[in-house]
């Protein structure tokens, strides 16, 4: 059976070339390998530090949100007040003589009732520093209050020298003592306070 002559076109007319036409390379498998262990390292190091920075997480070394630091609670400042509703024992706590009557009569000339103020004698005469005592939070006010008058002297709050019963036990009764005690010191004598000793 004879063949059929193809009609001629522009494809016969194409040179001879030697040589592949249109092949594609391989790829270079040490180059994919390469790409791929570099990976692998990039992912181990990010766990690895996610796993450090976790547990120190956990164990408390790192806080990632702070704790708000307390606000202090200012504390109230106690504005002096004069009461002379409180009865004042004035004790002399010194050598001198004299000082209680004398701090008596103070008060008394500034307007305190005669019947509401007594003097008398400590039983130490080497109190340093002149004291107001109060024996409730309520009363420090009125305490500092005399204290000011009295030309400046410390408070502190003690039931020490508060009346007592005939049983001989302190009458703590808010809602019945208002007694204010000034025990005189050394600071009030003619000599003044003495002078701390130097420390070795």
């Known amino acids: 059976m004879s063949r059929t002559p193809h009609p001629r076109d522009r494809f016969d007319d194409l040179p001879n070339t030697s040589g592949r036409v249109g092949a594609h390379r391989a790829e270079n498998p040490r180059m994919r390998a390469g790409v791929v262990t570099l990976w692998a390292i990039?992912?181990?190091?990010?766990?690895?530090?996610?796993?450090i920075f976790g547990s120190l997480v956990l164990s408390g070394r790192?806080?990632?949100v702070p704790s708000p630091t307390p606000t202090p609670t200012p504390t109230a400042e106690v504005t002096p007040v004069v009461d002379m509703s409180f009865s004042v024992l004035v004790?002399?706590?010194t050598p001198e003589t004299g000082l209680a009557t004398a701090l008596k009569d103070e008060l008394i000339a500034k307007g305190w009732g005669a019947d509401l103020v007594n003097a008398s004698s400590a039983s130490a005469t080497d109190f340093p520093q002149t004291t107001v005592y109060y024996a409730f939070p309520g009363d420090e006010a009125a305490a500092k209050g005399l204290a000011?008058?009295?030309?400046?002297a410390d408070i502190a709050q003690s039931t020490q020298y508060q009346p007592t019963d005939d049983a001989g036990t302190a009458d703590v009764d808010e809602s019945q003592a208002k007694q204010?005690?000034?025990?005189?010191g050394l600071d009030r004598t003619a000599a003044g306070a003495p002078s701390p000793s130097p420390t070795s």
């Open 42 to 51: 990039v992912v181990t190091i990010v766990l690895i530090a996610a796993g």
């Open 62 to 64: 790192i806080v990632l």
């Open 91 to 93: 004790l002399n706590a």
């Open 148 to 152: 000011e008058l009295i030309g400046g």
């Open 180 to 184: 204010l005690t000034v025990v005189i």
